[in-house]
């Protein structure tokens, strides 16, 4: 026991070692691209942020490419966890790319409606293709590499659909945690996290969450007393943390964090409204989300991602939290009308909920939604998260038990899981597979 301590101490002051070495000489990097990729006439063109490192590269070696979504690519946390094992061990040219909209990759001056319609997926793609076309033709040494992309969330999909719509440029894909399956509505997500809060923090926990919902926060029930009381006491909103706490701790599977909350929760005297005051000014004071309404700011900042988040999901994804369902604990405090109606105060009268579902079918048609049909991809998923319904049909998946979303893109331990272990062994399995050329094994065939 204790010499495993010391052992991960080590591993941990070795890793740390390692990483402040590779920030020196990881590089940030601008790549010029255009505006629009498809049309013609229009010959704007901006900078996209990414990072470059050479330090592992042995010639013959891969390209492997991190990317990055809807958050803002930090340089000082590049080289983490199994991208950074990857690079180390397949001596890879290593990429980080950042996506247009987010960060410091700004491809118009605001987001502005009319300035937020190259947001596309797939004016995202073809920034991806540019970039390894790109690469290839100025860095002599990686001219006939192999190419491996990984990605976690929104970024899995990306790499999914790149392998679809441009398979001359990618060997191999790693996709964790992908939320393929766009849903106008998705009250999945209340009920999965519905779940991790009976799991982790058990019954009375839920059935309490349940009560409040139900008795003092029903949308349809505003006229009364008590709904009446807490929107005067500015309470109601405090509400929602709760409700995005208890969200966070499930897609981070934070069983400490859910049991904590818990423990708060039920003190509270479930027929007494003031005692529901006190639990949530607790809230209140927990300064965990911020209610200024970001969305509205049409300015970039690298720190916010609110607008362009919103954006894509009302013009393209939907996927609308919503508390639609029966069988989760909510109630009805996050009514699907009353978000969907968000997009059209936001973005204007064209986004309505028939212009948002038609888009949603046309992405699920183009894409194939939990069944892209594409090979050369190994698809993770976490247990308890979430997002799990929302990815590839299971039998296509690896399905790891007791972590959180995406978090088989971390670091190897001692202390993992062994299906945790199994799965990224597997990846290293199959990249090694597609980077020699003969990713003949038959997992690597199955079209999924
Ligand atoms: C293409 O770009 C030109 C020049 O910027 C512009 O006038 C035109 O409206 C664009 N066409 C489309 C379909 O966006
Ligand atoms: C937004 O950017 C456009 C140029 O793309 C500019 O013409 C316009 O004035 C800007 N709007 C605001 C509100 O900053
Ligand atoms: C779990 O939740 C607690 C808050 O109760 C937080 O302090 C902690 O950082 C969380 N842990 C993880 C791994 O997210
Ligand atoms: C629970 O309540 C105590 C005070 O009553 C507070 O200090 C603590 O932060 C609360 N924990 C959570 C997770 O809200
Ligand atoms: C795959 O190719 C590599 C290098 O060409 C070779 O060493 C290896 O034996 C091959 N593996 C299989 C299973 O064919």
Same mark, same amino acid.
């Given at each position: 026991?204790?010499?495993?301590?010391?052992?991960?101490?080590? &591993?941990? $002051? +070795?890793?740390?070692?390692?990483?402040?070495?590779?920030?020196?000489?990881?590089?940030?990097?601008?790549?010029?691209?255009?505006?629009?990729?498809?049309?013609?006439?229009?010959?704007?063109?901006?900078?996209?942020?990414?990072?470059?490192?050479?330090?592992?590269?042995?010639?013959?070696?891969?390209?492997?490419?991190? *990317?990055?979504?809807?958050?803002?690519?930090?340089?000082?946390?590049?080289?983490?966890?199994?991208?950074?094992?990857?690079?180390?061990?397949?001596?890879?040219?290593?990429?980080?790319?950042?996506?247009?909209?987010?960060?410091?990759?700004?491809? !118009?001056?605001?987001?502005?409606?009319?300035?937020?319609?190259?947001?596309?997926?797939?004016? !995202?793609?073809?920034?991806?293709?540019?970039?390894?076309?790109?690469?290839?033709?100025? *860095?002599?040494?990686?001219?006939?590499?192999?190419?491996?992309?990984?990605?976690?969330?929104?970024?899995?999909? &990306?790499?999914?659909?790149?392998?679809?719509?441009?398979?001359? &440029?990618?060997? /191999?894909?790693?996709?964790?945690?992908?939320?393929?399956?766009?849903?106008?509505?998705?009250?999945?997500?209340?009920?999965?996290? /519905?779940?991790?809060?009976?799991?982790? /923090?058990?019954?009375?926990?839920?059935?309490?969450?349940?009560?409040?919902?139900?008795?003092?926060?029903?949308?349809?029930?505003?006229?009364?007393?008590?709904?009446?009381? +807490?929107?005067?006491?500015?309470?109601?909103?405090?509400?929602?943390?709760?409700?995005?706490? *208890?969200?966070?701790?499930?897609?981070?599977?934070?069983?400490?964090?859910? $049991?904590? +909350?818990?423990?708060?929760?039920?003190?509270?005297?479930?027929?007494? *409204?003031?005692?529901?005051?006190?639990?949530?000014?607790?809230?209140?004071?927990?300064?965990?989300?911020?209610?200024?309404?970001? !969305?509205?700011?049409?300015?970039?900042?690298?720190?916010?991602?609110?607008?362009?988040?919103?954006?894509?999901?009302?013009?393209?994804?939907?996927?609308?939290?919503?508390?639609?369902?029966?069988?989760?604990?909510?109630?009805?405090?996050?009514?699907?009308?009353? $978000?969907?109606?968000?997009?059209?105060?936001?973005? /204007?009268?064209?986004?309505?909920?028939?212009?948002?579902?038609?888009?949603?079918?046309?992405?699920?048609?183009?894409?194939?939604?939990?069944?892209?049909?594409?090979?050369?991809?190994?698809?993770?998923?976490?247990?308890?998260?979430?997002?799990?319904?929302?990815?590839?049909?299971?039998?296509?998946?690896?399905?790891?038990?007791?972590?959180?979303?995406?978090?088989?893109?971390?670091?190897?331990?001692?202390?993992?899981?062994?299906?945790?272990?199994?799965?990224?062994?597997?990846?290293?399995? +199959?990249?090694?597979?597609?980077?020699?050329?003969?990713?003949?094994?038959?997992?690597?065939?199955?079209?999924?």
């Amino acid at each position: 026991m204790k010499l495993n301590l010391v052992y991960l101490l080590l &591993l941990s $002051q +070795l890793t740390f070692i390692l990483a402040a070495f590779m920030d020196i000489v990881e590089k940030s990097m601008w790549i010029e691209q255009k505006v629009d990729h498809f049309n013609k006439s229009d010959k704007r063109t901006w900078q996209m942020q990414y990072l470059a490192s050479d330090t592992f590269f042995k010639p013959g070696g891969p390209i492997i490419i991190n *990317i990055n979504a809807e958050w803002e690519m930090v340089p000082k946390n590049h080289f983490f966890g199994m991208y950074f094992e990857l690079v180390e061990i397949f001596n890879a040219y290593a990429f980080e790319t950042e996506h247009r909209y987010y960060g410091r990759s700004w491809p !118009v001056q605001n987001m502005t409606v009319e300035n937020l319609q190259y947001l596309t997926t797939r004016q !995202v793609l073809a920034d991806l293709a540019h970039f390894i076309r790109q690469q290839k033709a100025t *860095i002599p040494e990686i001219a006939n590499s192999k190419v491996i992309m990984i990605g976690c969330s929104y970024a899995a999909n &990306l790499v999914t659909y790149f392998r679809k719509d441009y398979p001359e &440029l990618i060997d /191999g894909g790693w996709a964790a945690g992908a939320g393929l399956a766009y849903r106008l509505d998705y009250s999945d997500g209340y009920v999965s996290a /519905g779940k991790s809060l009976r799991k982790f /923090g058990g019954d009375a926990c839920y059935d309490r969450v349940e009560h409040f919902s139900k008795t003092f926060l029903n949308h349809k029930r505003q006229k009364s007393d008590t709904y009446k009381m +807490l929107k005067l006491l500015n309470l109601a909103e405090y509400f929602e943390d709760m409700r995005s706490i *208890i969200l966070v701790h499930a897609q981070h599977r934070n069983a400490t964090g859910m $049991q904590k +909350l818990c423990k708060n929760i039920t003190s509270v005297d479930p027929k007494n *409204i003031n005692e529901f005051g006190r639990l949530l000014k607790l809230f209140q004071s927990q300064t965990v989300i911020d209610h200024t309404d970001k !969305v509205k700011m049409i300015n970039f900042n690298p720190k916010y991602a609110a607008r362009q988040n919103f954006y894509q999901t009302c013009s393209e994804f939907g996927d609308i939290f919503s508390t639609s369902s029966r069988h989760q604990p909510f109630g009805d405090t996050h009514p699907f009308g009353k $978000q969907v109606a968000k997009c059209k105060e936001v973005f /204007g009268p064209k986004f309505t909920i028939d212009y948002i579902s038609g888009k949603v079918d046309e992405i699920t048609a183009k894409y194939g939604a939990q069944h892209p049909n594409v090979d050369h991809i190994y698809f993770t998923k976490a247990e308890d998260d979430p997002w799990r319904w929302a990815g590839i049909t299971d039998e296509c998946a690896t399905i790891i038990p007791g972590i959180g979303h995406c978090k088989e893109l971390r670091a190897r331990a001692p202390t993992d899981w062994p299906t945790t272990s199994a799965a990224q062994q597997k990846a290293i399995d +199959l990249i090694r597979d597609w980077i020699n050329g003969n990713g003949t094994t038959r997992e690597t065939l199955i079209k999924c």
